[in-house]
C-alpha cells in the first residue's frame, strides 16, 4: 500500500523566512498531489494540486515542486507570516486503484514566529 | 469549508450507544467522503459515495455504517461495534468522481468522545 511520510512533525521558523516542507511517497508513483491547510478544530482547506507531469506549481507565496524519481514533494512559504502557522497535509492519488480516493500523511505543524 | 455543514460539532456517546454524525452539502458535489482523523495523525477513509445509493467502504470501515438516499447528505453511524470512536470525523466533497483530478472539500468536523 502507499505509504506517506512528512517530515518532522514540527517546524518552526521566524517571520520573513521561507518555510519548506517536505512529503514522501513508496511504491506507486502518484497520479496527481494535494496540499492542504488545516487549522486546530477545523476541516483541511485545499491550497495547491500538482500533476504527476508537471514539475513545479505556484500559487501567490506558495510554491510546489513534484520529483517523481526522488518521489518527493516539497511545499514552499516564502516571506513567512505569523498567520500561516497551521498544520500542512499532503495527500496522493494514484489513479490505477478503486480503493477510494487520497492517502494523506500525518501533516507537519508550522509555526512561524514574530 | 462554506456549503458542507457537519453537525453536532462536538458529541458524546454512552457505551453501547449508536450515535450518527451529519454532513450536509449544498455544493452538488457528485462524491462525498467519511474520515477519521486521530491526535497527530493524518486522515483515514471510512466509508465514501460516488453516487446516491451507492457507497464503498474505505481502510477503516469497521464499526461504521453510512448511507446516501440523497445527493445533499451522507450520515455516518457510529455503532457500538467501534470499540475506540473517540476523534475528530470530517466529511469531504468532491465536484467529479474519485479520480477527478479534483481537490476535496471539507467540512469543520465533529469531535466524538465516550462518556
Known amino acids: 500500500s502507499q505509504k506517506i511520510e512528512q517530515n518532522s512533525e514540527a517546524l518552526n521558523i521566524q517571520e520573513g523566512k521561507t518555510a519548506t516542507l517536505t512529503c514522501n511517497y513508496t511504491n506507486y508513483s502518484p497520479a496527481y498531489l494535494q496540499w492542504y491547510r488545516q487549522d486546530p478544530g477545523r476541516g483541511p482547506v485545499f491550497l495547491l494540486l500538482?500533476?504527476?507531469?508537471?514539475k513545479e506549481k505556484r500559487k501567490e507565496r506558495l510554491k510546489v515542486t513534484f520529483d517523481t524519481t526522488l518521489k518527493q514533494s516539497l511545499f514552499h512559504i516564502t516571506a513567512s507570516q505569523p498567520a500561516d502557522s497551521a498544520t500542512y497535509l499532503c495527500?496522493?492519488?494514484?489513479?490505477?486503484?478503486?480503493?477510494?480516493?487520497?492517502?494523506f500523511g500525518d501533516g507537519t505543524t508550522l509555526t512561524v514566529k514574530p | 469549508d462554506g456549503g458542507i455543514t457537519q453537525s453536532p460539532k462536538y458529541l458524546f456517546r454512552k457505551e453501547g450507544q449508536n450515535v450518527t454524525l451529519s454532513c450536509e452539502q449544498n455544493l452538488n458535489h457528485d462524491a462525498m467522503y467519511w474520515y477519521r482523523q486521530d491526535p497527530g495523525q493524518g486522515l483515514r477513509l471510512i466509508y465514501y459515495s460516488q453516487i446516491v445509493n451507492d457507497f464503498q467502504k474505505g481502510d477503516i470501515a469497521e464499526g461504521y455504517s453510512v448511507s446516501r438516499e440523497k445527493k445533499e447528505s451522507f450520515p455516518l453511524t457510529v455503532t457500538s461495534a467501534q470499540k475506540n470512536p473517540t476523534a475528530f470525523y470530517l466529511c469531504a466533497t468532491e465536484i467529479g468522481g474519485i479520480h477527478s483530478n479534483q481537490p476535496q472539500h471539507f467540512g469543520d468536523g465533529t469531535r466524538l468522545s465516550i462518556l
Open positions: 495527500a496522493l492519488d494514484i489513479e490505477s486503484t478503486n480503493a477510494g480516493k487520497s492517502t
Open positions: 500538482i500533476r504527476e507531469n508537471e
